[in-house]
């Protein structure tokens, strides 16, 4: 059966910040999917996927930037929502200059995380019907 | 040379007979000569012998100004290795922090209308994590590179901020702050916020020094005056405990603290405060009890 619950994609090389957020998406009936490294993620999900990843930017490997280019560049069509535990105020505008939905400061309110999720759907959901 | 160093030397003993020799006019005329060489000889001589000791001062203030630059290089790493260390910390910290907050929420949310108490006690949680979020946020913001936002002030001005800002403090600890603040102090250059962070710490340094001196030390003096045409000193003198021999060789190192809470950096980013408005952060002991911290500030004038 097709599940019409959203699926997001949480890319984080902190174990239990992955752990955490998942525990807490899945209280509002997300579809979650976690990654500890950039490889993980590329190998696991196609590039055709739809849906919703929330970015670390500060990773060992390949960090966030790094991987949103790539995402970029391959015509992903996943919204991305960077997070990050370091304080850089050109972080946030850097973050929508590369297209992404948004950008949250670590540690962040769970609702605030969902509200940007939310849009990001609905954004989605609108480029589709168009 | 080789001729004028012979003629002196017999000259000299010449110069000293024990018995009085008959001369002739021609020897006398010689003598005279010779007086006038060696006298012209000594004035030159003193003259290089100043010129050699002006020399070595000079020598002596590059030596120092190369000291004072090579302490200035170390301060400026090791402020930068402490951002460096705290940025990483904070990093580290807020990670599990993060956590720690969505495993809360997730929680209250699967508890949805059940359990109150429990409701209660998990908001508790994510409010302690708010607070310890609040805490990096400030330790970040204190060490920021930020650049010193410079204008005109009054630095009787800013010492009368700081005072109203910590008086209350200062009266509940039945404490008493003077000020005895020189009314003709030509304004200063600075950075108003980091000026009283500086004041503030200062007199909260005093404050604890004074509670650790006993009930009878209780007084403390902020004064400001002109240490000289292009500098305004101030002077934070307390009636506390003062600082032991050990203590004040270490005083403004980062980390550096003789409280049982304490962070060990208020003294050494106040310094690098000062030192940033081309001024000096020193302490002394008092004659009588307690320590006196004093800083410089360069006068607004001739720019």
């Not at chain 2, 018995?19 to 006298?39: D, F, H, I, T, Y």
């Not at chain 2, 400026?76 to 951002?83: E, F, I, M, N, S």
């Not at chain 2, 030509?186 to 509670?211: W, Y």
């Not at chain 2, 060789?249 to 106040?270: A, E, N, R, Y």
Request: proline share 3%; aromatic share 4%; with cysteine.
């Amino acid at each position: 059966m097709f599940s019409k619950r959203k699926l997001i994609y949480i890319l984080d090389d902190d174990e239990s910040v992955c752990c955490a957020l998942k525990t807490l998406l899945l209280t509002y009936e997300f579809e979650v999917m976690t990654f500890n490294s950039a490889k993980g993620f590329f190998d696991a999900v196609p590039m055709d996927a739809q849906g919703c990843l929330v970015l670390d930017i500060h990773m060992s490997g390949s960090d966030g930037w790094t991987v949103q280019k790539r995402l970029l560049d391959s015509g992903s069509k996943l919204s991305v929502i960077f997070i990050s535990a370091e304080k850089k105020e050109s972080a946030a505008d850097r973050a929508l200059k590369v297209g992404a939905v948004g950008f949250l400061q670590k540690p962040f309110d769970g609702q605030t995380l969902v509200d940007l999720i939310d849009r990001a759907v609905k954004n989605m959901d609108s480029t589709i019907k168009k | 040379m080789e001729t004028k160093k012979k003629e002196i030397a017999p000259g000299r003993r010449r110069a000293a007979p024990k018995k009085p020799v008959r001369q002739s006019a021609g020897e006398k005329k010689a003598r005279n000569n010779l007086g006038k060489k060696l006298r012209r000889q000594i004035t030159e001589l003193q003259k290089r012998d100043e010129q050699l000791k002006q020399g070595a001062d000079r020598e002596k203030a590059a030596d120092r100004k190369i000291e004072e630059q090579r302490e200035e290089l170390l301060h400026v790493t090791r402020v930068g290795k402490l951002a460096e260390f705290v940025s990483s910390l904070a990093h580290e910290i807020s990670q599990p922090l993060t956590a720690i907050h969505s495993y809360a929420q997730a929680a209250q949310r699967m508890l949805a209308d059940r359990e109150p108490q429990l409701q209660e006690i998990l908001q508790h949680i994510i409010n302690d994590n708010q607070r310890a979020a609040a805490v990096i946020l400030r330790l970040r913001a204190l060490l920021k590179k930020s650049k010193p936002t410079f204008e005109t002030l009054d630095i009787n001005a800013v010492i009368n901020d700081t005072i109203s800002l910590i008086i209350t403090h200062i009266t509940v600890r039945h404490k008493i702050i003077k000020c005895e603040l020189d009314g003709k102090l030509p304004p200063i250059k600075g950075d108003r916020i980091q000026l009283q962070q500086v004041l503030l710490n200062l007199v909260s340094n005093s404050l604890e020094a004074m509670d650790a001196g006993g009930a009878d030390s209780c007084e403390m003096t902020i004064k400001s005056s002109r240490k000289n045409a292009r500098t305004i000193l101030v002077e934070v003198t307390d009636s506390g405990s003062g600082i032991s021999a050990k203590n004040m060789k270490k005083l403004f190192s980062h980390f550096f603290t003789s409280k049982p809470d304490g962070l060990g950096m208020g003294l050494s980013i106040s310094r690098s405060i000062v030192e940033a408005h081309g001024g000096r952060l020193k302490a002394r002991n008092n004659r009588g009890r307690g320590a006196t911290f004093y800083f410089t500030i360069p006068t607004n004038q001739g720019e």
